[in-house]
């Protein structure tokens, strides 16, 4: 009976041992969910899609929007419109890592998603910086506007497009796409054009335009 006393006092420390190692498990998990959450709250703020109508507050809290404001003023661009393809570009979410899908031609990269032809031509030596890639897309897109902008160019319905579209349309579609249009039927015919061509039309549009909603709803498409 006494040598049956003297085993049961393990139990007791044994007891508060397992307590503490549950209760210092379940803090680690509450901790580790904390900086999850924390996390995805960092993200969404990142990823937050909002329409510019004010220039002069383009810039606040956002390195990238800071970098594509500079961009847009070194090449006369609006920064709104060069925001806007920056955003359809990486699906709103302004991610400088961002790759591509596979294509014939290779995967597009970065924030203006330059595709290895633009990165060789435009001598960008690492893609995935931000101010490299960026400069590039803003200067392709400058020379896109300066290429059509003495060209009055219709759509299918007779309605003159502004210049910026046609080159936001070259700038996803190819250049040699649009000047094929061009060529066979002297105006660009938007339903004939591909879906996802027709799509960053109706996004740059829109968020030139400065209608938000719409600019959201069509990114999640």
């Not at 094929?180 to 938007?190: A, E, F, G, H, V």
């Amino acid at each position: 009976m006494k040598a049956i006393n003297e085993q049961k006092w393990y139990i007791i420390p044994l007891l508060i041992f397992l307590i503490m190692l549950n209760n210092a498990s379940y803090a680690m998990t509450e901790f580790e969910k904390s900086n999850i959450q924390e996390q995805k709250n960092q993200q969404n703020s990142i990823i937050k899609i909002k329409v510019v109508s004010e220039k002069d507050t383009f810039a606040q809290g956002n390195k990238i929007k800071e970098i594509i404001l500079d961009n847009a003023k070194k090449y006369n661009l609006d920064p709104n419109y060069l925001l806007g393809i920056c955003l359809i570009e990486t699906g709103g979410t302004l991610n400088p890592d961002l790759v591509g899908p596979r294509t014939y031609c290779g995967r597009a990269k970065g924030i203006c998603q330059l595709m290895p032809e633009l990165i060789k031509d435009y001598e960008v030596e690492d893609p995935f910086n931000p101010n490299e890639n960026i400069n590039a897309g803003a200067k392709h897109l400058r020379y896109l506007i300066d290429l059509y902008k003495n060209k009055k160019i219709y759509d299918e319905n007779e309605n003159l497009l502004k210049t910026e579209y046609v080159a936001a349309i070259a700038y996803n579609w190819g250049q040699g796409s649009v000047d094929r249009m061009l060529k066979n039927y002297d105006c660009i015919i938007i339903e004939n054009m591909p879906y996802e061509a027709r799509r960053y039309l109706k996004i740059i549009t829109a968020h030139c335009k400065g209608n938000a909603e719409l600019v959201k709803k069509l990114l999640e498409e």
